[in-house]
């Protein structure tokens, strides 16, 4: 639990980057309210996140593809204040998301963030059943969605 404490407590000042004292006790209490929380949960059993080491490997495409999208959708509200029509477009990706272990539930997390963090691409849901993942892109392209998971 202290290391619980101790991480989300460092993140919140990165976050604030310098505070007056009273900001620092409320951080400090807030940070380990959230630790208690976290930890009875895993007691409870209701934490089921087991990643491979191997899918964060992917993260590292994450800043280019940040850029370029950024890019793309800065081309796409220009032409959209030119008057030209814009469409997005919505794709069905077969992942394997069917099963709620630990491991699918950290891969639907995990591609959550490295789809949805460029502003290009949105994960909209997942379809247990068919095992999808719909995928909706403000800015198309050419073809298929390029997915920053090669390992997910």
């Known amino acids: 639990m202290a290391a619980a404490w101790f991480a989300l407590f460092c993140l919140w000042l990165w976050f604030v980057d310098g505070a007056p004292t009273e900001e620092l006790w409320t951080g400090a209490i807030a940070a380990a309210l959230a630790s208690l929380a976290a930890v009875a949960a895993v007691r409870a059993g209701e934490v089921r996140f087991r990643p491979s080491a191997?899918?964060?490997?992917?993260?590292?495409?994450?800043?280019?593809?940040?850029?370029t999208d950024t890019g793309a959708l800065l081309m796409l509200l220009a032409r959209r204040c030119r008057g030209?029509?814009?469409?997005?477009?919505?794709?069905?990706?077969?992942?394997?998301?069917?099963?709620?272990?630990?491991?699918?539930?950290a891969r639907r997390a995990l591609l959550t963030l490295l789809v949805g963090f460029p502003p290009?691409?949105?994960?909209?849901?997942?379809?247990q059943e068919e095992g999808l993942v719909l995928v909706h892109e403000l800015a198309p392209r050419s073809p298929g969605v390029d997915l920053p998971t090669r390992r997910l």
Request: with cysteine.
């Open 54 to 67: 191997a899918w964060f490997l992917d993260a590292v495409r994450l800043p280019p593809r940040l850029v």
């Open 84 to 105: 030209r029509p814009v469409t997005g477009r919505s794709t069905a990706l077969p992942r394997p998301v069917r099963a709620m272990d630990g491991r699918t539930c």
């Open 120 to 127: 290009r691409t949105l994960v909209v849901s997942f379809d």
